[in-house]
């Protein structure tokens, strides 16, 4: 008994011994290996082989020093050295596969490809079966840059193993690298027999480069697959957002009507599928997807949803009395709904900025503002806006009545109380009480001077305080100007800037007011009208100030509304030689240089 206990205590000794020596060895061993990689990342390969050498020898079974020796010998290009330790290490194991896969590697390296090839086919060879000899016969292809050839090994380990998902991904990646586009998405299609892998498929085929011939190789692959799985939902999504994106909304309707269908998504795929075609700019596609819906479900509870797409696809496509009987459907079926507030801020703002007709803008606005949406996130904006219907029908002090209200009433929200103080300025200024907009406005800079509309405030003090040297009447007349342009009123508004030069030939307004006739021209489409009054405030006001605008906006008439694109570059050119201080010069040299590449060397 005595006996047993000894032998017992000594071998817990000798356990409690030999275990932090082992430990201990372990670190020494990965501190080493650490070494190596830090001598590597300097290029000391020499060093770094002397380590791994050394921890090769100690133990053979240590494949990070038998890699390591692997990458140093590479490196310096001792290939024979190579492969007489691989040699040797295969003698040892003839089975081990990964030697098989170096040894290929060094004779490719030394040369002789056709050994190497030799060498690589006798890992399929000995184990035709697993699916890991292939993977490692494909990757010394691949790390040689022989795709081609990693291609023929996949496909030959599909057909060997009988699956014909097989290396799915790693053969789209291939093809993908090699822009064979339709033979990548044919790919990563089969993928998709694991449902949670749509994402992935969706964003690979979306990373793509775009252009014709890969666009229409992916169209025809999926159109393909759908053809051979025509109830498989998520091809038909892939399908469906590939035509969208390619400019077939039609047929990308027609998939996403099929997509409803086979997953039943009470009319939720339609609704994606026509917010998405309103994004993506294809408003009429959209609408359909939106009616499809509603005739479909027409008691879903995604009705408000539909309705506001549907208003919203209206009003892009310029139908603004079909949108605004969207709205009130929309506002008067479902009251109650956060979209009816949407409806009504929307009709309001179609009658404001589209037709024109402040009157009836009133009554939306009003219809939010007084009943149960009085709460809701578009009742602030809306007052701001009734405050606007009041400036465009000419009652100027009934919008700053609105404005100081709504300024008071957003006292907690400093953004929008600013905005607000700013308005009450600008209708002073407007109305011709400079003293009461200066007093606004210093008190507006004063007590917000990090304000969103500080620097608006600044310009308009600036403005006011420059211009009424030559006394009120020229500045009066500016102002009067400034409420017509801001009405809309643009041909009365020309004519009002017009009569400034002739009836107040000593203001210094003269500059100003050619500006605003220049982009009232541009809003009409009177583009040659606006070019010159551009060249008139440069011969006429050769030390205006506004000379850098004066160039961008004409180099922008000449890019963006005459599409001529050398006599833009010319514009934006001289403005960068006239004003190399503009606060202007680094975005127009930026657009000059955008403009060159799209000429190309030839332009």
Not at 98 to 123: C, F, H, N, P
Not at 173 to 195: F, H, I, M, P
Not at 454 to 476: C, P, Q, T, W, Y
Not at 563 to 588: H, N, R, T
């Amino acid at each position: 008994m005595r006996k047993t206990i000894l032998v017992s205590l000594i071998l817990s000794l000798l356990a409690g011994f030999v275990g932090p020596v082992h430990a201990q060895a372990k670190d020494e061993v990965r501190r080493s290996l650490d070494q190596a990689r830090n001598l590597e990342r300097l290029s000391k390969y020499e060093e770094a082989l002397q380590i791994h050498m050394r921890l090769f020898a100690a133990n053979p079974d240590n494949k990070q020093a038998l890699d390591g020796i692997e990458r140093d010998l590479l490196q310096l290009k001792r290939y024979d050295e190579l492969k007489d330790i691989l040699g040797e290490r295969l003698q040892a194991r003839p089975d081990d596969a990964s030697v098989v896969e170096k040894l290929g590697m060094a004779e490719y390296k030394s040369g002789d490809e056709a050994k190497a090839r030799q060498m690589w086919q006798t890992i399929i060879e000995r184990n035709p079966d697993r699916q890991d000899s292939y993977m490692a016969v494909a990757r010394q292809y691949l790390y040689n840059g022989l795709v081609d050839d990693a291609a023929v090994v996949y496909l030959a380990g599909r057909k060997r193993l009988g699956d014909a998902n097989l290396f799915a991904r790693e053969l789209a990646n291939l093809y993908s690298s090699q822009a064979r586009y339709g033979e990548a998405t044919a790919e990563y299609v089969l993928l998709l027999e694991d449902a949670k892998q749509y994402s992935y498929v969706e964003s690979m085929i979306g990373r793509f480069k775009r252009t014709a011939e890969s666009d229409n190789q992916v169209l025809q692959a999926l159109r393909d697959a759908v053809g051979k799985n025509p109830d498989n939902a998520q091809l038909r999504r892939l399908l469906g957002g590939h035509c969208l994106r390619t400019e077939h909304p039609d047929e990308a309707l027609e998939q996403f009507s099929r997509v409803e269908e086979l997953e039943g998504t009470n009319g939720a795929a339609l609704l994606d599928f026509g917010d998405w075609s309103n994004r993506e700019g294809f408003p009429s596609t959209a609408l359909k997807a939106y009616e499809r819906l509603l005739e479909l479900f027409p008691e879903s509870p995604l009705g408000p949803k539909a309705y506001q797409g549907l208003g919203q696809s209206l009003e892009k496509m310029g139908l603004h009395q079909e949108a605004i009987a969207a709205f009130r459907i929309l506002a008067s079926r479902y009251a109650r709904s956060r979209e009816a507030d949407y409806a009504l801020f929307e009709i309001g703002k179609i009658y404001l900025h589209r037709l024109a007709n402040p009157d009836s803008a009133l009554d939306a606005f009003h219809g939010l503002t007084a009943g149960s949406g009085r709460q809701s996130r578009y009742a602030s904006e809306a007052k701001s806006l009734i405050a606007e219907c009041y400036f465009v029908k000419g009652d100027l002090v009934g919008a700053e009545q609105q404005y100081e209200q709504l300024r008071q009433e957003t006292a907690d929200t400093p953004e929008l109380a600013q905005e607000a103080a700013f308005r009450v300025a600008e209708m002073r200024y407007f109305r011709g009480d400079f003293d009461g907009a200066l007093q606004e406005l210093e008190t507006l800079t004063k007590g917000s001077p990090s304000g969103v509309f500080v620097n608006d405030a600044l310009d308009l003090m600036v403005f006011i305080e420059e211009h009424r040297s030559f006394g009120d009447d020229a500045l009066k007349a500016f102002a009067i100007a400034s409420v017509l342009e801001r009405q809309g009123k643009a041909g009365e508004a020309i004519t009002a800037f017009q009569r400034l030069p002739t009836y107040y030939p000593q203001s210094l307004l003269g500059d100003d007011a050619l500006l605003r006739i220049g982009g009232l021209y541009k809003i009409q489409g009177d583009f040659s009208r606006a070019l010159e009054a551009y060249r008139s405030i440069l011969s006429q006001y050769p030390d205006s100030d506004q000379g850098d605008e004066v160039q961008r906006r004409t180099g922008e008439i000449y890019e963006e509304d005459l599409q001529d694109i050398p006599k833009a570059i010319e514009a934006y050119e001289q403005m960068l030689s006239s004003y190399p201080k503009s606060l202007l010069f680094d975005p127009v040299r930026k657009r000059v240089r955008e403009l060159q590449e799209r000429l190309g060397p030839t332009g």
